[in-house]
């Protein structure tokens, strides 16, 4: 691949995310009305009550988070930005993946199974009578749904902790 290809793929990758953040700002209203309709269907289905979800959804974002890696390390694009020294992109089988992600999830798994959860937004009494049984089954989830600046701003956060982490 030629630099100029490469920096046409960085530039393009730029725009949209310039174009994302501004629609996030302008439509910040339209996209709280969507996301307070979300939150009001996913507090009545089983599977999102599950004390198990966050966990299953790690997984499966953890082979979607990969698809980018992929795809860069596949096209050779941003060789630009790799740091020297640092290491190659291991194309690891997504069976591997899978079995990797499985065996991290049964700590956690038995950890939900036992441990009460306390989300913002949830009164104490109800986390106190969650905690009379020793096996949790169901999560307790606060009525109001996550803010939108809330959801981007945890989500900047946790992006710079996880850089943070690797590069110090």
Do not use: C
């Amino acid at each position: 691949m030629s630099k100029l290809y490469q920096r046409k793929v960085i530039n393009i990758i730029r725009l949209i995310l310039v174009l994302v953040i501004s629609t996030l700002y302008l439509y910040a209203d339209d996209l709280q009305s969507y996301i307070n309709w979300v939150w009001s269907i996913l507090r009545s289905k089983w599977w999102y009550q599950s004390v198990y979800n966050e966990t299953a959804a790690v997984q499966i974002y953890s082979v979607i988070a990969f698809v980018p890696f992929r795809i860069m390390n596949y096209l050779n694009i941003g060789t630009k930005y790799k740091i020297p020294n640092a290491g190659s992109y291991e194309n690891t089988p997504v069976v591997d993946i899978l079995m990797e992600s499985f065996e991290y999830s049964w700590p956690l798994v038995i950890l939900d199974t036992f441990h009460v959860k306390h989300y913002v937004g949830v009164a104490g009494e109800v986390v106190g009578r969650k905690r009379r049984n020793w096996i949790q089954v169901t999560r307790e989830l606060p009525v109001d749904p996550p803010l939108l600046g809330d959801m981007v701003r945890h989500l900047v956060v946790a992006l710079v902790l996880y850089d943070l982490a690797f590069f110090l």
